[in-house]
C-alpha cells in the first residue's frame, strides 16, 4: 500500500512576520545576516567546555547573549532554565518584537512549537557529574524541568503568556523543519492564530562534543584555523562541527496579519515531510526520501519544479559530511533534472556550524532575509569542489540574485526529511 508523504497542503495563505536569532554569529537577526554576507564563521576555540582532553576543541559557540532581559518576565527565573531554554526564549522575544506583537497576555490564540534535537545536554552533563562524584542526594531537583525536552516550550508559554497548544518536535536534524510545517498546519486549521516556531539546540558539552566524535560524524580537528574547517560541497570536507543557539518565526494567516496592519516578510507556501527508513543516522545514497521530501513541498505549494528553478534560492542542509552532501546533490538534481545546474545554493553551516535541532529554524529566517534583500549568502571554505557535488553552490562570496522563492532543506538522523517552500513577502 502506497502512502502520501506529509505535506501542508490546504490552501491558506500562512506568512512570517518576525525573525528572531541567537547565533554563534551574534544574539539577532541583523548580527547573522551580516556575518553570513560578509562570509565570516562563527567557529572557534570553546570558551565555555573544558577541552583540556576533547578531540575537538572548538565549534560554534554563543557569546554574551543577553540574559537580562530574562529578569522583565515575572514568571521566568534565569537560574531554572537549561542554556537551550535560554536562547529559545529570547530568539522568541526577538522575533515577537520584529512582528509588533506584546510582549505579555498573548492570550488562548497564541501557540508554540519548537524542535529540538538534544535538548537539555549541559543539564544532563552537570547532574549527571555530581551523582557520580557526590551521590544522589546532590541531584539538583530542578534536574527534570531544567533538560526536559518541552522545556523551552514551556519556557516561552510563560514568558509571554502564551495558552494555546504547545508542543515540541525531536527528529534531530530536522526537528526545526517539522515544527514549522506543524505550525502551519495549526494556522489552517484555526487551532491558533499566532504560532511561535523555531527550535533551540545546546548540546556544546563534553558529552555531546565526544558522542559525535565517536560516531565518526565530526570534522577531524587537525590545528587548522577553526573558522577552515567546515567545508561543505568541498572534496576536503570530513565533517561537521557542532554549534548551539536558537531561532523563532511568527507565523500568521496572511489575511490576519494584513488585517493588523503586520507586514509579510515571506509567505510559507508548501512543505513536505518523509523519511529513508533506510539506516538509523546513515543518509540514503539514492536520496529517495529527500527526493520526495523537495518535489513533495514544490508540489503541494501548486508549482513544478520548471516554474520555480530559474528564481529559487536553496538553502542546502549541507553538513559537510562526506555522504550527506553528495546524497544532497543527488536529490536536487533527481527533483530539477537538468536545470538543477541553474540553482543557485547554499550550505550556511559553513559559518554557523551544525545548530542541531534547530538549524531548519535558522536557516529559514536566512532564507527570509535572502528574499527581502536579494542577496544570497555564500558557501565559504569552497576552494576545491567535489567533481560529484557539481551545482552552483555559491562559493565563497555572497551573490546579489533578486529570488522570487527559496527552499529550506534539512535532514536529520533517524532518515527525517524536511523541505519548506517560501515565496518573497508582498
Known sequence: MRSAPTTISERTSICVTGLGAITPLGNSVRELWDGLLAGRSGIRPLANVDTADLPCPIGGEVRNPPVEVIA???????HRMDRASLFAVLAA??????????????????????????????TLQQQTERLLGKGP???SPLTIPLLMPNAAVANICLAFDARGPSQTVSTACSSSGHA????????????????????????????????FVRMGAMA???????????????????GLIMSEGAAALVLERTDDALAAGRRPLALLLGGC????????????????????????????????????????????HGTATPLNDLAETRALKGVFGDAARRLRISSTKSMTGHMIGAAG??????????????????????????????LDFIPNKPREAACEYAINNTFGFGGHNVSLLLARGH
Open 72 to 78: 522583565e518576565h515575572a514568571k521566568l527565573d534565569r
Open 93 to 122: 522575544r526577538e522575533a515577537l518584537l520584529h512582528a509588533g506583537w506584546p510582549l505579555h497576555d498573548l492570550g488562548p490564540r497564541a501557540a508554540v512549537v519548537f524542535g529540538a534535537g538534544l535538548s537539555g545536554m549541559l
Open 137 to 139: 542526594r546532590a541531584v
Open 180 to 211: 514549522l510545517l506543524d505550525a502551519v498546519r495549526m494556522l489552517r486549521c484555526r487551532d491558533a492564530d499566532l504560532v511561535i516556531a523555531g527550535g533551540t539546540e545546546a548540546s556544546l558539552t563534553r558529552l555531546g562534543i565526544s558522542s
Open 220 to 238: 577531524k580537528y587537525d590545528g587548522s584555523p577553526p573558522e577552515t574547517l567546515v567545508r561543505p560541497f568541498d572534496a576536503r570536507r570530513n
Open 273 to 316: 515531510a518523509t523519511t529513508d527508513a533506510f539506516h538509523l543516522v546513515t543518509p540514503d545514497p539514492d536520496a529517495v526520501g529527500a527526493v520526495a521530501a523537495v518535489a513533495g513541498a514544490i508540489r503541494d505549494a501548486g508549482l513544478t519544479a520548471g516554474d520555480i528553478a530559474d528564481r529559487v534560492y536553496v538553502n542546502a
Open 361 to 390: 529554524a535558522v536557516e529559514t529566517v536566512i532564507c527570509v532575509r535572502a528574499l527581502g534583500d536579494g542577496r544570497l549568502p555564500p558557501t565559504i571554505n569552497l576552494h576545491e569542489p567535489d567533481p560529484d557535488c557539481d
